[in-house]
């Protein structure tokens, strides 16, 4: 579903459509995890529970043309822009048939005909990146909208505010979406930004809104109003998510337990799911028509991507460069 | 025939990409009223949209180049002293160079970084003087040092139409050079391809940027006593000509490079490595580099004594010749 169809869509389906993108998230990441767990998935990942809302919405706000970049935590955002799952975990799994060919993995995902600029290790890198792609296509004549994921953590890299800085000035079409889960890995929000997150985008002269991220149809409604707001020609927003990582940082903590969050508080967080948020929004039979087809999906993903050949280690640098004299 | 200065072969290299090319665009700092010069005219030329004064943000606008070259663009970013290029390692080494391997061949990144002034400027001292083409070279960046106005023309030209990121090092003590040039003759110079700068038998010099006038010089002033010296330009740093460099020595049997890199893992310990691997040599090759760890003093003498010089390099051939 895009914000193309969200006018002449009956609200039931915008609301099944969010509720099958909420749960296709968590079940791919939910059996991600399982696939690192046996070896299938080497190194490991940055599971996106917990936050399925905000990418499954954001990206039901946008239209085919537009672009998004994603971060570590970013298999969300891939999926809800509409990547095959099947390809996706390919390339989580280092086959040749994956979105990179193998060549990026978790948290590079990367696929142009969607839209997709990639998804970015360095925490705060992509925020310029989007910026500068969405100014580019606004010369071109073009009204292509960047929304540029980034966590609580980048609003303490230079160069996300100096990103800021660029695109309001330049009245730049990009939406700024902070998801603020409460930690930069173990680091709390509270511990690391002096001041506030949206008082600090509002500094830059743009709209900052803080709204609840968990509950996907607030998410959209916002992302919507913000999307639009770009498109016209009214220059950059920034929105702050507030939101909660269910599970760890990354899988790695799976093993190390590291001790930053209470038990209670845990539990409080995942207490706000926004699968369950949704899926209460639909009645029954219909939630469990959606859970099958998800699963069938998913399936016939995992059945590619385990079928799908590795690549050939004999030129293992292929792509190094668009052209080699 | 007209002059033509290296300076200038870089503004006109800009100007005709520009006006070739509708996606060409410049971003940098001061760049509108051309405050190094590089950029004079164009601003009025091609307007505001495509000669753009950036705030003070290195690194936002260096990605915001990538995210405009992924977007279709081919920007060319100015860079005001060669060590801002320490500032945006992160984002040419990291960023702009790693999207096409790691997206598996989906995108091209055609962003190309000019310094207009590299290596020392006589009297702006440690933090305005180094000279880090080898940084990149190491990382696998396509890199340039152009010597002559020629080449800085063709070079610029070609790493502006080139489909991945390019560094073009000009080096300050090569920007007054001026040639005599016939302006019809200026063409794009292709990457990766060096060029014999002076014929000789005796021993092949490897240098490049403002050392090849020296290198040229010492040459002539050797050929009043009898050596005959071999001048090889490599013009590109990475990748690097290896056939090129590879006939010359096949003549010549003897090999010195002078650099103007810090001396451990410099390029010059490149070129070495490479001759130890691949060339027949009558005697050891030698470099001439700045110091390890070196850090432009800004006393002139100082300064001057650590960048590699016209002594050093006859030292080190006169030192080649006798070896066997
Ligand atoms: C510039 C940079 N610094 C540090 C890291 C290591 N690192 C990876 S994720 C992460 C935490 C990021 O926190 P946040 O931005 O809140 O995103 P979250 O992980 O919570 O989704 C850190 C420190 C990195 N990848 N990049
Ligand atoms: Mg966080």
Redesign the pocket.
Known sequence: MTADDLGRTAPHAVTVDLYRAVRLIRRFEERAIEFVRSGEIVGGI?P?LG?EAIAAAVCAALTSADVITS???GHGHVLARGADPGRMLAELMGRETGLNKGRGGS?HAADFSLGILGAN?????AASIATGAAWAYRQQGRDTVAVTF??????N?GMLLEALNLAALWQVPVLFVC???????T?P?GSAVAGSITARARAFGMPAFTIDGQDPETVLKASTAAVARARSGKGPMFLECLTY?FDA??TFEHRARLDYRSPGEVAAGRARDPVAIQGARLPERERAAVDSEVEAALDAAAEFALGSAHPDPADPLKYLYAVMP | MPKLSYLKALNRALGDAMELDPSVFLLGEDIRVAASNLTAGLSSRFGPERVIDTPLSEQAFTNFATGAALAGMRPVIEFQIPSLLFLVF?QIANQAHKFSLMTGGQCKVPVTYVVPGSGSRTGWAGQHSDHPYTLFAHVGVKTVVPATPSDAYGLLVSAIRDDDPVVVFAPSAALGVRDDVDFSTLAPVPLGVGRVARSGRDVTVVALGHLLQDALVVADELAGVGISVEVFDPRTVYPFDVDGLAASVAKTRRLVVIDDSNRTSGFAAEVLALAAERFTLDAPPRRVTRPDGAVLPFALALDRAVQPGRDQLVAAINAVLEDQ
């Open positions: 940055h996106y936050q971060t570590h935590r948290m290790a360095i925490v705060g890198a980034f966590g609580d953590g980048a609003m890299e998801e603020n889960n409460g930690y930069a890995t680091m929000v990582r940082h990354h | 992160e």
